[in-house]
């Protein structure tokens, strides 16, 4: 019974394989940084971009709207 119970609590979550493009490298590092702090595992995919693996749509995009907060001048493009 509990490996039923497990199965669900995974599969009610959706994952996606997430990279996120910034417009100005000066940033890549500063979000990679931010993404850490809250608990993700960001990778720096290249000078502009940032790499979250396999995370929850809804929740990247609330810490992406804290970023915003910070970093209003820092445009980040999500692609999924």
Do not use: K
């Not at 509990?2 to 609590?9: A, F, K, L, P, Q």
């Not at 995009?61 to 980040?76: K, M, N, Q």
């Amino acid at each position: 019974m509990r490996g039923r119970e497990d199965s669900r609590s995974t599969t009610a979550t959706r994952t996606l394989h997430m990279q996120l493009v910034l417009h100005d490298s000066a940033y890549t590092d500063r979000l990679a940084a931010f993404l850490q702090s809250v608990g993700q595992r960001p990778v720096v995919a290249g000078p502009q971009s940032v790499d979250v693996g396999e995370a929850e749509p809804a929740e990247v995009e609330v810490y992406l709207r804290v970023w915003r907060v910070l970093y209003p001048d820092a445009t980040v493009s999500v692609h999924a």
